[in-house]
């Protein structure tokens, strides 16, 4: 827990703002928290239909990694120490994200088995580079590592 307010206060700070703007723009969903460990909380926004969520989603999740961003930004302004660490998701398009870039993780590691030459990715965000690294920890026969400097920075998959 952070000093100043407990994980719970910054999520209701966090799910305040947050249904405040679905009103805003006028958007039905519901916003829900779920505290993932001791310093970490996940404020997850659905709807049902999902599909008018895309607005906060954006390509490739930089929308949703802005809402994410200023959510913190809102917590930190109402707490008077350091905050925990505040995720937010749209329509689990971070785990649809995950396994996907799981899915192609691998394809590409068995690409490089085959050939024997390593393979750097296009530039992605660290949650997707993490997602890569991941996802390949336990490939047999492959490592990853990240090149590059923000915001073009990328992972390579190579033979081990």
Known sequence: MA?????AEQADI???FLVGLLEKMSLTAEVSVKEIDAE?????VNANPPTELGVLVGPRGT????LQEITRTVVQSKSPARTDRILVDVAQ??????AALGRFANQVAEEVRETGEERALEPM???DRKAVHDALTEADGIVT????ED???FVVIAPA
């Open 40 to 44: 970490t909380v996940e404020l997850s």
């Open 145 to 148: 590592r990240s090149e590059g």
């Open 93 to 98: 398009y971070r785990e649809r994200r995950v």
């Open 3 to 7: 000093e100043g307010i407990s994980l």
């Open 14 to 16: 966090a799910k305040e």
């Open 63 to 66: 929308t949703l990694q802005a």
């Open 125 to 127: 965000s660290a949650a």
């Open 151 to 153: 915001p073009r920075r």
